[in-house]
């Protein structure tokens, strides 16, 4: 049984034909529509979508494995949160990709004090849209340490295996409400072409009237999936991988790129 979906169906056919959907629309990212508005409107798709990727399988085990990246062993900016952990790359695996023996040793091992120095310069608290433009330059533009950290785990001159979709989910994993997921569903379902530069097109998707009215709309699907641990970088992360690849529930894989 899916709580809440049915009074929320009900709601929404309710609706009358003519409201005027409210669409983000922004220069880098394909039109992401989270209207509350509409017969069985988007947002009530979305809103499933949520509460769909909760679901347990009938083993007993999640029916997608990437519900438990964020809780997993208590969760990434919880326990040890300027530190990344056994447990945090085992939570990346859970949202289909895998960190290279070589790059785990070196991530947990050689360069984990570097990490844990560079994580204790980004707060936990921080949240993607609630930055200003100074706080968004400090703690994630170029040479910030969010971005010196994802230099680190790319290893460019001495590669081993970790790709930008990696990279983006083991921070993600750390300051979920700051790094946004970035992987190959992603990009297909809002035209981003590749990781470069995608924090700050985010960022701006927070901003402005627009942004509000998209936060808004991001909280009310979260809210009324009944998951409110979620931060609201997952929540859009969740609807675009279940719209984009949700129906593939046992080839839960995306592309790392380069």
Same mark, same amino acid.
């Given at each position: 049984?899916?709580?809440? @979906?049915? +009074? ?6 309710? #609706? ?5 959907? &409210? ?27 949520? =509460?769909?990727? @909760? ?16 809780? @997993? ?13 056994? #447990?945090?790359?085992? #939570? ?11 790059? #785990? ?18 707060? &936990? ?8 433009? =100074? ?8 040479? +910030? ?60 998707? @927070? ?44 080839? =839960? ?6």
């Amino acid at each position: 049984m899916l709580s809440g @979906f049915g +009074s929320y169906r009900l709601a929404m056919g309710r #609706a009358r034909m003519n409201d005027q959907l &409210v669409t983000l629309r922004n220069r880098d990212l394909k039109p992401l529509d989270l209207s509350s508005k509409g017969p069985l409107s988007v947002f009530v798709v979305r809103v499933w979508h949520i =509460e769909k990727y @909760f679901e347990t399988a009938p083993n007993g085990r999640p029916q997608y494995s990437g519900s438990r990246f964020e809780n @997993f062993e208590g969760g990434g900016d919880v326990v040890e949160p300027n530190r990344i952990t056994a #447990a945090d790359l085992i #939570a990346v695996s859970m949202l289909s990709v895998h960190v290279p023996g070589q790059a #785990a040793l070196g991530i947990l091992e050689e360069l984990g004090d570097k990490i844990a120095e560079l994580l204790a310069q980004v707060p &936990v608290g921080l949240r993607l849209g609630e930055l200003s433009a =100074e706080e968004f330059s400090k703690f994630l533009d170029t040479g +910030s340490p969010a971005d010196k950290l994802w230099q680190l785990l790319r290893q460019r001159d001495d590669t081993w295996g970790v790709g930008q979709t990696t990279a983006s989910k083991i921070i993600a994993r750390k300051r979920p409400h700051l790094v946004p997921i970035y992987d190959s569903v992603v990009a297909e379902q809002t035209g981003l072409h590749g990781s470069g530069g995608q924090w700050r097109i985010w960022w701006k998707a @927070f901003q402005g009237e627009a942004g509000q009215a998209f936060t808004e709309r991001i909280e009310g699907i979260r809210e009324a999936a009944g998951h409110p641990q979620l931060s609201l970088l997952r929540v859009i992360d969740i609807v675009l991988w279940m719209e984009g690849r949700g129906g593939e529930r046992t080839h =839960e894989t995306v592309g790392d790129g380069e």
